[in-house]
């Protein structure tokens, strides 16, 4: 660990404009009792961010935005499952045609933000940052400035709040 801190001080907003203000490339974990939430930087922007529990799967998103159906995912998570080699869904769902390469991008940027606006309203936990350290096997990242995610963020639990 390079550096850490508590949540309770610096909320992870605070903690996440640190990382962009310095450039950093590196890991950033936030940790609550409940959770473990894995966000990776290069260069001070976010590219990739991962979550223990309360993250919707690729399918769960692909199927809420009716761009596959039931019977598609349950037949890739079958492949899935019977295949040797751990196959990802997306992968499958591509090779089958029932979707294309932008669509899957598309999905799992969404699951990327969903994991910043989920950390945004923890107030309690602690959080470390990793120097150096980076994703693996991760080809599809986040293309959004830093500044932009984290103003949508507040703003959703900004209205949150208000209802």
Known sequence: MDFGGDLAVLDSSIVFQMVNIAKLTGKLKLITVNNVASLYFDKGELIY?????????VGEILIEKNLINEN???????????????????DILIEKGDIDY??????????IKMVVYTVLDWTEGQFA?????????????????????LLEGLKRLDEAGAN
Do not use: C, P, W
């Open 49 to 57: 961010a991962t979550i223990d529990t309360g993250k919707k799967m």
């Open 72 to 90: 598609q995912l349950t037949s890739a998570l079958n492949e899935s499952r019977h295949n040797g080699v751990k196959k990802r869904i997306g």
């Open 129 to 149: 940052y990793f120097n150096g350290s980076r994703t693996e096997n991760e080809d599809i990242l986040l293309d959004v400035k830093l500044d932009h995610l």
């Open 102 to 111: 932008e669509v899957l991008v598309s999905v799992i940027q969404e699951q």
